[in-house]
Each structure stands twice: as C-alpha cells, then as structure tokens.
C-alpha cells in the first residue's frame, strides 16, 4: 500500500561509501556545505494562501475568478468538484435513480479536478491547497515541542484506519441519501468559513487541532480524512512524485524528521533500501520537505520514467 516490497534488501552501505566520508569531511562540514533551507516548504505555503485568498478575494468583490470553495467551485466558470463528494453524490443518485439528472458540469467538474490532480500526484492537494493542513502543520510543530519537552506521549494508529472511515462516509451517504461527511469536513467548513464568515461550527475544528495537538498529530489527515484516502489510492498510478537515490544519501534521516508522512521514507532508514533508486508511494503528499532537509540532494521531485529516458 505505502510502497514496500518484499524484495531483499541491499547490503548496507560501507563506511567508506557515505558521501561525506567520501569527501573527507564531517558530517557537520557537510551540511553546512550542502546546506538546507525551505525553499519548497516557502513555494507550498504561498501557493495554499494564494488560492484561498483567492477564493475570499472573488466573494468579497465580486469577480468571476474562483467562486465557491474548495467542496465545488467555479475557475472562470470553469466548474471543479472535490472528488469524495461527487463519489456520495453518485452513489445518492444511484440509489435514487437520478443519476440521468446529473449535469455535464457536475461530470466535467470531476474529471478536471480528478485529471489534474492524478497528473500532479493525488495527495498534492493536501499539503499544496488544503487550509486544515496548514493548520494542522503547525499543530504538529507544537506537538514535536510538547512531547520532546515529555509534556505529553506520542499516540499512533494504524494508517490503514481512514480507509474504514473512507467506506464508512460512503455507506452513509447510501443510507441517508446526504452528504454526511460535508457536516464534519474541516476542508469544506474552512474554506466556507473564510469565504462567507466565521460560525459555531469552528469549535469543532478547535476541538480537532487541540485533540492533534495534545494527543495524536495530525490525527485527521492520518488515519480519518476520505479526501485524503482518495487522492492516496489516485497516487499510486500518478507520473509526478518523489524520488530517492541511494547513492547519495547518508542514512542521517534528517527528511524522515520532518516528513508528514513518514512511513513512505522506510528506504532511507540503513540497510532498508531494496533498490538503488525509490519512488515515494502514493501516501506522499509532494511537500518538499524532505527536498528541503536533505543535505545529499538524495530526494528530489521527478516524472516517474522521465529521468530514465533522458
């Protein structure tokens, strides 16, 4: 699922073979060398602000620019469907027998939403236009800081959880013939909430950030979200991804460190690596994070395929 296999693993890399013993300096000489800085992590975040400011901007003045918010929304009158919302509205439509009244719009909203994000890597969205992640991104910064200063313990789940969740919205949906999952969506209450105004229902995304922060970071994103799961299972065929070269890494994980999902780095721990080159799975979210932590450059965004044709 998050791209292990069961191949054998290479041998270790020998002590001579790490990069910066190579050189013949120490591993401090060697990032300071190399360096390490945010520029993606700079990219991502003004890209994410950029497109909800720009939701916020064509309400407040009226423009005919991005309308509506990230749950279905217009681009120059181009409409956009988020994904697990028109899964519930196919299955309600389905199970009602008005599939046949459902518009070219709504198809052509999916499919360009669908199209563009497999092209981008499916869990782009996540950290690249989701307003919850950036919020839950700095609830784990404050998170890493209360459980290293043993203000609290660290809680895990299984990551396979929110598949359960993905079904369970989706039978939902089924059975009440409603888009359940809009009611607790912290993407959809968010973006509607910049957009039109503030309400009640931002407790339950207080609730939410003040649970990943006390409790389990990034408990939503992890082991809940269906949007999320489905852009995950969209990943695994996406041509745009992260790649990893073993040949220049120095096992000092410093990008697992900081990784949001950090079970797609299991290659980079010694001794794990099966090939000399990894694609990161579908789990990804294309941050850059790990780009910007490497001190080897061993991680960098590629074209699955390309870079071997060229």
């Known amino acids: 699922m998050f791209g292990k296999n069961n191949k054998t693993p290479l041998p270790a890399k020998k002590k001579e073979d790490i990069p910066y013993i190579k050189e013949g300096i120490s591993f401090k000489d060697w990032k300071a060398k190399n360096g390490s800085g945010h520029k993606w992590r700079t990219i991502r ?17 009226d423009l005919s620019l991005l309308e509506g918010s990230l749950s279905g929304s217009r681009l120059f009158g ?28 709504f198809v052509i909203g999916f499919l360009t939403i669908f199209i563009f994000y497999f ?14 992640h950036f919020l839950a ?5 404050l998170h890493n800081y209360l459980v290293k200063k043993k203000k609290i313990k660290e809680h895990t789940y299984n990551i396979y959880l929110r598949y359960v969740f993905w ?10 013939q409603q888009l359940v999952f809009e009611d607790v969506n912290p993407i959809g209450i968010l973006s509607r909430a910049m957009i039109y105004g503030p309400g009640l229902i931002l407790l339950w995304i207080l609730a939410l ?43 000092c994980l410093d990008c697992q460190k900081v990784c ?27 941050c850059g994070l790990c780009i910007d932590a490497c001190p080897g450059n061993a991680l960098s965004y590629t074209i699955k395929g390309w870079d071997r044709i060229l």
């Open 78 to 105: 181009f409409y956009l469907m988020d994904p697990f919302n028109s899964l519930q509205m196919l299955i309600i439509s389905a199970y009602t027998g008005h599939i046949k009244f459902l518009t070219m719009n």
């Open 209 to 251: 950030i003040t649970f990943e922060i006390v409790y389990s970071k990034r408990f939503w994103c992890r082991y809940v979200c269906p949007v999320g799961a489905t852009w995950s299972m969209v990943g695994k065929a996406t041509p745009f991804g992260v790649k990893f070269e073993l040949d220049k890494c120095a096992h």
């Open 167 to 176: 079904v369970g919205f989706l039978i939902l949906a089924f059975v009440t």
């Open 119 to 132: 092209l981008m890597g499916g869990r782009t969205f996540c950290s690249w236009i989701c307003p919850y």
């Open 137 to 141: 991104e700095w609830g784990e910064k």
């Open 45 to 61: 975040w003004s890209v994410l602000i950029g497109i909800n400011l720009l939701f916020i901007l064509s309400f407040m003045f």
């Open 260 to 286: 949001l999902v950090p079970h797609e780095l299991w290659f980079v721990e010694k001794g794990k690596a099966t090939d000399k080159r990894h694609d990161v799975g579908s789990d990804c979210t294309r």
